[in-house]
């Protein structure tokens, strides 16, 4: 529409202020109302970046209500930015709804990126990065948690959530018991003064965070099952050969993965006996002396 304004969806720092482009500051300036998912929180980075557009608040609680009055303001000709307490709105948060509502109604919606949680523990977690998905945060408890579990049994990619640090070692043990010992990152504080960015298994994991709770917000970065769909059909029909099965343990190995674990974690995937896992390897290995 020509006449309404623009909805800027403005990146603000996931913890050093420095995280924030100079682009976010001018838009922010610029703007004709901040919409803010803690107006407290927001008004400290106003105050930082001497900032002093009109704030309100939308969050999940009035997200509703005021997602009307938003698109109101922008069918009139206002330009409205909306930011959450760190990174990107629309990602784990009520933005997603006003960004869908806002193109159901013909307003143009623009980006203003910056910083995200998800995307730096990617990049330092050691594990692969040119294919993974994102997951946010779990469901809390029972049926839904259990099924989406099941679900992601499969996923070969490397799998990001969100987690709040008290749900931390029980969400690493529920991983665990659906996953095996996968290896894991766990960054929490990013890009703040104590960060932390811990590498290993899920179940030393486990260990550490019981023993040193952890503060702050986390992104967990999981490895993927290392076994493709494809493989996986393979398997169930059997036809998966023992020579495919053996380069599904030697990959694991080159990761880093103990023989042992990784026989018995390709086994676990493929539903093939350990025996028949070991012997295949066994095999593939006298053919290349």
């Not at 930015?81 to 997603?96: F, I, K, M």
Request: aromatic share 6%.
């Amino acid at each position: 529409m020509e006449d309404a304004g623009i909805l800027y969806l403005c990146a603000t720092p996931i913890g050093n202020l420095e995280d924030i482009t100079l682009r976010a500051i001018r838009t922010l300036k610029e703007a004709d109302l901040v919409a803010a998912e803690d107006t407290r929180h927001t008004r400290k980075l106003f105050s930082h970046f001497d900032i002093h557009t009109p704030l309100t608040s939308y969050h999940q609680h009035n997200r509703r209500s005021k997602g009307q009055y938003l698109v109101e303001q922008l069918l009139a000709g206002k330009n409205i930015a909306l930011v959450t307490d760190a990174g990107l709105p629309g990602v784990s948060d009520p933005g997603e709804e006003l960004a869908t509502l806002a193109v159901s109604r013909g307003i143009r919606v623009v980006p203003i990126p910056g910083a995200s949680a998800s995307l730096a523990a990617l990049v330092v977690s050691g594990l692969p990065t040119e294919r993974f998905c994102f997951e946010g945060f779990l469901p809390a408890r029972g049926k839904d948690r259990k099924a989406r579990l099941e679900d992601l049994k499969r996923e070969d990619r490397t799998i990001i959530f969100y987690e709040s640090p008290h749900r931390l070692v029980g969400t690493l043990s529920d991983l665990s018991r659906a996953f095996g010992n996968r290896r894991v990152c766990v960054a929490r504080e990013l890009t703040k003064h104590f960060e932390e960015i811990w590498r290993s298994s899920l179940e030393e994991s486990i260990v550490k965070f019981k023993n040193q709770p952890p503060r702050g917000e986390v992104t967990l970065v999981l490895e993927g099952s290392g076994v493709s769909e494809s493989d996986l059909a393979k398997a169930e029909k059997k036809l998966l050969s023992p020579e495919e099965l053996a380069v599904l343990v030697i990959d694991l190995e080159e990761r880093g993965t103990p023989r042992k674990d990784a026989v018995k974690e390709i086994s676990r995937r493929v539903g093939i006996p350990k025996r028949e896992v070991y012997s295949a390897l066994l095999d593939k290995k006298s053919q290349e002396v």
